[in-house]
């Protein structure tokens, strides 16, 4: 089992910047992925960055050039650098670790709120 503890989030303005930052712990050698999600209001959850199971790190078009998704030293922990923050970034962002052979496969964090207000 992986659990994840995420920190960072609250309310700025339009143009500032936040950090995020994500802490994995138990089973992490069976972790192949991590990544942010975030989920506005009446919508679908979406991949805002990750590092792929491949290798890759990708970001959802309308975030590339103003987020930035980092490894900390110990690989247990990623962090999401968001600059020129936007009205429609406002969402609960999620981390998400991804394993290919330990059930239930997808781990959550437990969510926090990112507020840009205009």
């Known amino acids: 089992q992986v659990q994840l503890v995420e920190s960072g989030g609250g309310l700025v303005q339009t143009g500032r910047s936040l950090s995020l930052s994500c802490v994995a712990s138990g089973s992490i050698s069976s972790i192949n992925a991590m990544g942010w999600y975030r989920q506005a209001p009446g919508k679908q959850r979406e991949l805002v960055a990750e590092f792929s199971s491949s290798g890759t790190t990708n970001y959802v078009e309308s975030v590339r050039g103003r987020f930035t998704i980092s490894r900390g030293d110990a690989k247990n922990i990623i962090y999401l650098q968001m600059n020129s923050l936007k009205p429609e970034d406002t969402a609960v962002y999620y981390c998400?670790?991804?394993?290919?052979?330990?059930?239930?496969?997808?781990?959550w964090g437990q969510g926090t709120q990112v507020t840009v207000s205009s």
């Open positions: 998400n670790a991804w394993s290919a052979t330990m059930s239930p496969y997808d781990y």
